[in-house]
């Protein structure tokens, strides 16, 4: 297997040589755990329990010739937890979901604790995200579709009844880490990042991607955040991109359990097998907090997604 990583300014292109070899893993329960799901236009969407967006319908790529495709997309894995101490209506790592036509759009971020309304504000980065025409994003501006978004916030934030003291502190501005994938009718993919929530491409139960952090030394207390006052030219919006193929899986994680990840990996260990093994959200709520109480992980708002691209039985 070949991995060839070039890095020019602000973006990571990543592109994979394909395998011969197709592992189809078998399957795993799914949690949609504190969240709802709606069918509309042949789309389905994950989404929390507000946002300030109407769902918009997914437009068809275009250039995409129509065939038989032999795929599908399946989340398989969908877990939350929150951070030890508090209840599950304060954790603040905020995912979306969104398939259409043969192509899907997966978004996770992890508001900051510190920040006013940082939930609120993680809502609405990653349905913005799922609700994008991503061929409009200029290559030479990935941050650019995050200028509406500020705006919408604002005005919301301009309606809400506050005391003085908690109008000053959303003036500060509410700040949140961000991942956004999509994967095409043709298994071209596509990942934007800023922060510490993390994308890993596993193949054949190797990993392929990290990104955007490549080891656990880069985790710390102050990760690269998008606020709802920061000038969008400033923001550093980092980019993947590569070919999928047949039995992938796709690793969104927040960055508690990315970083322990990465510590796996650094010690020649395979996570993937223990991840594998976990099919139900009692079962992941049980093992990360093991993990806490062997101060193996963060005690930390702590989510995991996994995306496999299967084979059309």
Excluded at 84 to 92: D, L, Q, R, S, Y
Excluded at 96 to 123: H, N, P, V
Aim: charged share 20%.
């Amino acid at each position: 297997m070949t991995l060839k990583l070039t890095i020019i300014p602000n973006i990571v292109s990543s592109l994979f040589c394909r395998d011969p070899l197709i592992r189809l893993p078998s399957p795993y329960g799914y949690a949609n755990f504190g969240f709802k799901a709606i069918a509309s236009n042949g789309q389905r969407y994950k989404y929390g329990d507000r946002n300030l967006y109407t769902v918009i319908p997914r437009s068809k790529p275009q250039n995409v010739e129509s065939q038989q495709l032999d795929y599908r997309f399946e989340l398989i894995q969908s877990f939350s937890i929150q951070k030890a101490g508090n209840a599950i209506a304060e954790c603040e790592d905020i995912w979306r979901y969104a398939q259409g036509d043969r192509q899907i759009s997966i978004a996770l971020s992890d508001g900051a604790t510190e920040s006013s309304f940082a939930k609120e504000w993680a809502k609405e980065l990653v349905t913005a995200f799922v609700n994008l025409d991503h061929g409009c994003i200029p290559e030479q501006n990935l941050q650019s579709w995050l200028q509406p978004v500020q705006q919408t916030w604002q005005q919301w934030l301009g309606k809400q009844n506050l005391t003085w003291f908690a109008k000053r502190k959303a003036g500060a501005g509410a700040f949140a880490t961000f991942l956004g994938l999509e994967i095409l009718p043709d298994l071209s993919w596509q990942a934007l990042a800023t922060g510490d929530s993390c994308l890993f491409i596993v193949r054949q139960q190797k990993s392929c991607l990290q990104f955007p952090i490549q080891n656990s030394d880069e985790f710390n207390h102050r990760p690269k955040l998008i606020g709802t006052y920061t000038e969008v030219a400033n923001i550093r919006m980092n980019q993947a991109n590569g070919v999928a193929e047949l039995g992938d899986r796709f690793y969104l994680t927040t960055d508690a359990i990315a970083c322990w990840i990465f510590k796996q990996i650094e010690a020649s260990q395979d996570p993937w097998v223990k991840l594998g093994e976990i099919n139900s959200q009692d079962e992941f709520s049980q093992w990360v907090n093991e993990l806490r109480d062997r101060h193996e992980i963060a005690n930390d708002d702590t989510t995991l997604l996994c995306l496999e691209i299967r084979r059309e039985s």
